[in-house]
């Protein structure tokens, strides 16, 4: 044994000294890379190093592995390096973990250095302080700015300068399972929060939970609903004073929710809130255009059919409009400063390549996701989505979510402090203190 | 006479029924997870989500076949195993030096550099992800399976040092003397003398390091961005994205991560075993 030890040892160091280690991985154009999602990896590395004076530019993506955007922008990219092929490369490194990736791309900034492409979420301000993001400003005024829906440039626009294209949109209506309602009495979702709590009783009456809540992980799910409460209770302007009284009026709600919800809410992660609703266990949810492929994959007993969505209800009294959507950038994509004109200008000409309303059509098409691109009038909108934008273009106001607008140590409050008010540990009012003081 | 027979073997039988109630429960325990985590790698992802205790209704074998071709997980389970190995007999070649010298020697700064060894233990890895980063990538070796190496052998080193020093440290002082008196030199006393008593502490450590690199997302993400250099943890997520997961196979590819691990074990139980238990007895 201590033998076939020894020469297996022997054996491996031999191959990893010699053959692989010093070398780099082999950086495969995404045109190698297959097309329909179920190509191996391991298939994917048999391909030339990028050539001579061509400008190869790196993109950290997200949208790869089983992402429902992967196979389309996968095919963008091909055709990018297909069409510059003799100026230009893409290259596509995949990142599957979004939290792994978020904090691979922190501490690429931090060490003074951003991807050649790269897409966030949030923390706009930090990115930019970095000093290492490609200014835009001079293309989008010779017309590229024209591709973008009215506004959207500002989100990525710091001292009327273009530094971040904001590119994915988050929209989060209610998604309710119409078979569930019939089941209960109801044809229609409740348009006051009067009218809600009537629907909740009916559901438990007929033995069905009615809401998909969670206080694990980010807490996504029950932050959602925390946004549509305090926006339906303060109206839009609400987040301009965070003593509010909508904030603690809003936590008492979710109190009340969570005497709705499942027996394992509290601690609960996006899997668990999400099964119950995919799983016909609940019967209201809330979650973003991205839900569709789960809901028309994993729902059961093809729920997918059932499902319809609504903005929240109207809450009486309230300062909220009928009709009112939370929404937010969900991704920007900006590139990163290494101040070589010639990499510069590769990024830009990616970049408008990726904005192009034909191409953000399809791939909007085929994900599922909306974007804050024009569409290019020949767009085949999924059914649910199509809702969502009916609602959007009807919306009186658009609003960011409780994230989106608060300091990174809330958000990683509100999951504790929301189990602690569920839980009877925390009053609404010691709720919101405790996520204030992390401001 | 007789009675008093009868119920010793009353209590007896009481008595070994209760021993196996309590070993049967502490094995179901143990293994529950993996059970768990096997017959979940066998379903649908609708299965999973509707009932995650049940019995699949048919046993889904493609999952590995997925876990395996989709994500190149075959691929990076070979480059787990030479970063493992490459970096745990970095690893334990440089610390089983270092915990020599400060074990075995009195010399200016013995005790700082014991705490410092002791204070890096305590490090968080997260908060060397910059320097780690500059460091690699001004080397020019990120995206490479060397540059992950280096790392791994680095963050092993204060809990390596740790572990194998206290191994050092209780060996009789009378057996290096003797072989100074033979005329052994530092280094033969090293190599002849202390190392092969070590053993079980170096392959306590080893097994320590191996299990750390085996398992180690953090810095695999962070250095490396090809197929041809990740390692198998990355592989096991690429099944998850932004707002969804496909459970079942990242199960299965997590199953399929598990083996090379039991197989270490196996190979490695009896030194792992004398070694997390001979502390016990040593004075």
């Known amino acids: 044994m201590k033998k076939f030890i020894g020469i297996f040892l022997t054996g491996v160091l031999s191959v990893s000294l010699l053959a692989g280690c010093g070398g780099k991985g082999a950086e495969k154009p995404s045109g190698e890379a297959g097309k329909d999602g179920d190509t191996p990896v391991a298939e994917q590395t048999d391909t030339e190093q990028p050539s001579g004076d061509k400008v190869t530019l790196k993109w950290p993506c997200i949208w790869s592995g089983t992402d429902s955007k992967a196979d389309v922008i996968r095919e963008i990219v091909d055709d990018f390096n297909e069409e510059y092929a003799d100026k230009y490369e893409v290259i596509i490194e995949e990142n599957t973990d979004y939290q ?248 830009i000409a990616f970049l408008e390549y990726l904005t192009e309303p034909a191409r953000v059509s399809k791939l909007s098409a085929h994900s599922g996701a909306l974007f804050y691109i024009q569409s290019d009038g020949e767009a085949d909108y999924e059914r649910l989505q199509g809702q969502m934008i009916e609602q959007i273009e009807a919306a009186p106001y658009i609003q960011k979510s409780f994230n989106v607008i608060s300091p990174a140590a809330v958000v990683n409050e509100f999951p504790q402090a929301l189990s602690s008010l569920v839980l009877g540990e925390f009053t609404p009012q010691e709720f919101v203190d405790s996520l204030n003081s992390k401001r | 006479m007789v009675k008093s027979s009868k119920n010793f073997r009353l209590i007896s039988v009481i008595g070994s029924i209760l021993k196996w109630f309590f070993l049967i429960f502490l094995f179901v325990y143990a293994l529950f997870p993996l059970i768990w985590l096997t017959i979940s790698s066998l379903k649908t992802n609708a299965e999973f989500m509707a009932s995650p205790f049940s019995l699949p209704e048919t046993w889904q074998w493609g999952n590995y076949v997925k876990a395996l071709t989709v994500s190149g997980i075959a691929r990076m389970m070979f480059n787990s195993v030479v970063i493992s190995v490459a970096a745990t007999l970095l690893n334990v070649l440089i610390t089983s030096m270092s915990a020599y010298a400060v074990s075995r020697f009195e010399f200016k700064g013995n005790n700082l550099l014991q705490m410092m060894f002791s204070a890096g233990v305590l490090v968080p890895l997260n908060a060397l992800m910059v320097p780690y980063f500059i460091l690699i990538t001004r080397l020019k070796l990120d995206n490479t399976m060397l540059g992950l190496i280096l790392v791994y052998t680095a963050i092993g080193i204060p809990i390596s040092t740790f572990i194998t020093t206290g191994f050092m440290r209780s060996i009789p002082r009378e057996l290096e003397e003797s072989a100074v008196i033979d005329g052994a030199n530092f280094y033969v006393r090293f190599k002849s003398v202390i190392l092969p008593l070590s053993r079980t502490g170096i392959v306590t450590a080893g097994t320590f390091q191996f299990l750390t690199c085996w398992n180690e997302f953090v810095y695999a993400n962070l250095l490396t961005s090809s197929p041809e250099v990740r390692t198998v943890q990355l592989g096991i997520r690429y099944f998850t994205n932004q707002f969804s997961t496909d459970y079942v196979s990242m199960y299965a590819a997590i199953v399929i991560s598990i083996v090379p691990s039991i197989i270490a074990y196996m190979l490695f139980q009896n030194q792992i075993i004398s070694g997390l238990t001979s502390g016990a007895v040593k004075g």
């Open chain 1, 100 to 347: 792994a990736y978020r904090d691979g791309l922190r501490t690429s900034i931090s060490a003074g250095s951003a991807p050649d492409i790269f897409t966030f979420d949030d923390d706009f301000e930090l990115y930019l302080a970095s000093g290492r993001l490609v200014d835009l400003t001079e293309r989008m005024d010779a017309g590229w700015s024209d591709n973008f829906i009215e506004g959207a440039l500002e989100e990525g626009t710091f001292e009327d300068k273009v530094f971040a294209v904001p590119y994915e949109m988050g929209v989060t209506p209610i998604m309710y399972n119409k078979r569930l309602l019939a089941e209960a009495g109801w044809d229609s979702f409740p348009e006051t929060f009067d009218e809600l709590w009537e629907l909740a009783d009916d559901l438990v009456a007929a033995g069905i939970t009615p809401f998909s809540q969670m206080t694990g992980e980010n807490a996504w799910t029950s932050m959602l609903w925390y946004s549509q409460i305090v926006l339906a209770i303060g109206g839009p302007d609400v987040y301009d004073n965070p003593e509010d009284p909508a904030f603690v009026e809003a936590a008492e709600v979710m109190q009340k929710l969570f005497e709705y919800t499942t027996g394992d809410a509290v601690g609960a992660g996006a899997s668990v809130s999400g099964g119950h609703f995919l799983a016909e266990e609940t019967a209201i949810f809330i979650n973003g255009p991205w839900y569709i492929g789960r809901l028309q994959e994993d729902g059961q007993n093809d729920m997918y059919e059932q499902v319809e969505i609504s903005p929240v209800p109207l809450f009486e009294g309230g300062k909220g409009e009928k009709g009112g959507y939370v929404g937010f950038v969900q991704a920007y994509i900006a590139a990163g400063d290494t101040g070589d004109p010639a990499k510069t200008e590769a990024q």
